[in-house]
C-alpha cells in the first residue's frame, strides 16, 4: 500500500506548485512527430520528472535493490514500465533490455549518473543504449525555490507545496551507431556537460546555488 499513498501524495502535492518550462521546442516538435528517445536526467530528480513525465510513458532503468522496488512500483503507478537493473547488479540485462523497449517504439528515460553515482557524473549506459537504438538523448535537469533536501548520496530533491519550478530541457544529442571506447567517453563527458549546465540555469533562475553544495 505504500507506493500508492505516496503516489496519491505526489498527485497532491505537485498539483500545487508552479512549473516553468525553458528549451521544450524541439522536444514537443519531436514527440507530436511520433518519434520516440531517451531523457536523461540527475538522479536527485528522478521523483519530480517521473510525475512530470506521466502523459509520455516511458521504459525507466530503476536499480535491481530492495529500495529500488518502491521506486519501480511508483513509476509503475504513473503509467511507466520499470526495467530493474543498475552498473553494480544486472545493468547489462537491464541495458539490452531498454534498448529492446527502445525499438519497439517505447519511450525510455535513465537517470545519467546511476544508481549509485557518482553524483552529477555521467556513465556510459546511456550512450551505448543511444548508440544502439539510433534514438536521441534529451538531456532534462529541473530545480525549485524551495524544496525538502534529502541527506542520500544524491541528495534527492522533492519540491515543497507551492514551490516554483523550472524544468530546463536540451537540445538533443545524437550517438552514431557502432561507437568505439573513445568515442562512448567523448559523448559521456558532452551529456554530462550538458546536463550540468542545464542543471547550473535552472537552480540559478530558482534564486539558488547548486543543492548538493
Given at each position: 500500500?505504500?507506493?500508492?499513498?505516496?503516489?496519491?501524495?505526489?498527485?497532491?502535492?505537485?498539483?500545487?506548485?508552479?512549473?516553468?518550462?525553458?528549451?521544450?521546442?524541439?522536444?514537443?516538435e519531436?514527440?507530436?512527430?511520433?518519434?520516440?528517445?531517451?531523457?536523461?536526467?540527475?538522479?536527485?530528480s528522478?521523483?519530480?520528472?517521473?510525475?512530470?513525465?506521466?502523459d509520455?510513458?516511458?521504459?525507466?532503468?530503476?536499480?535491481?535493490?530492495?529500495?529500488?522496488?518502491?521506486?519501480?512500483?511508483?513509476?509503475?503507478?504513473?503509467?511507466?514500465?520499470?526495467?530493474?537493473?543498475?552498473?553494480?547488479?544486472?545493468?547489462?540485462?537491464?541495458?539490452?533490455?531498454?534498448?529492446?523497449?527502445?525499438?519497439?517504439?517505447?519511450?525510455?528515460?535513465?537517470?545519467?549518473?546511476?544508481?549509485?553515482?557518482?553524483?552529477?557524473?555521467?556513465?556510459?549506459?546511456?550512450?551505448?543504449?543511444?548508440?544502439?537504438?539510433?534514438?536521441?538523448?534529451?538531456?532534462?535537469?529541473?530545480?525549485?525555490?524551495?524544496?525538502?533536501?534529502?541527506?542520500?548520496?544524491?541528495?534527492?530533491?522533492?519540491?515543497?507545496?507551492?514551490?516554483?519550478?523550472?524544468?530546463?530541457?536540451?537540445?538533443?544529442?545524437?550517438?552514431?551507431?557502432?561507437?568505439?571506447?573513445?568515442?562512448?567517453?567523448?559523448?559521456?563527458?558532452?551529456?554530462?556537460?550538458?546536463?550540468?549546465?542545464?542543471y547550473?540555469?535552472?537552480?540559478?533562475?530558482?534564486?539558488?546555488?547548486?543543492?548538493?553544495?
Amino acid at each position: 500500500m505504500a507506493p500508492r499513498i505516496v503516489y496519491g501524495l505526489i498527485r497532491l502535492w505537485f498539483a500545487t506548485c508552479r512549473v516553468k518550462v525553458r528549451g521544450d521546442g524541439p522536444l514537443v516538435e519531436f514527440v507530436r512527430a511520433g518519434n520516440t528517445g531517451i531523457a536523461a536526467f540527475w538522479h536527485y530528480s528522478f521523483l519530480f520528472l517521473f510525475h512530470y513525465f506521466r502523459d509520455f510513458p516511458a521504459a525507466v532503468m530503476v536499480s535491481a535493490s530492495r529500495d529500488g522496488e518502491y521506486i519501480a512500483r511508483l513509476a509503475q503507478l504513473m503509467g511507466h514500465v520499470p526495467v530493474r537493473g543498475s552498473s553494480h547488479r544486472g545493468g547489462v540485462k537491464a541495458l539490452r533490455d531498454m534498448i529492446e523497449q527502445l525499438r519497439q517504439g517505447r519511450n525510455s528515460a535513465i537517470v545519467a549518473d546511476g544508481s549509485q553515482g557518482p553524483a552529477r557524473r555521467a556513465q556510459a549506459g546511456c550512450i551505448l543504449m543511444a548508440s544502439k537504438s539510433g534514438k536521441p538523448i534529451f538531456p532534462v535537469a529541473w530545480a525549485a525555490d524551495r524544496a525538502l533536501i534529502f541527506r542520500s548520496w544524491d541528495r534527492t530533491v522533492v519540491p515543497l507545496p507551492f514551490a516554483r519550478i523550472v524544468v530546463r530541457v536540451g537540445e538533443p544529442l545524437a550517438v552514431p551507431p557502432a561507437v568505439t571506447s573513445e568515442q562512448v567517453e567523448a559523448y559521456r563527458l558532452e551529456l554530462e556537460q550538458r546536463l550540468n549546465r542545464l542543471y547550473e540555469a535552472a537552480w540559478h533562475e530558482v534564486g539558488r546555488g547548486a543543492h548538493d553544495v
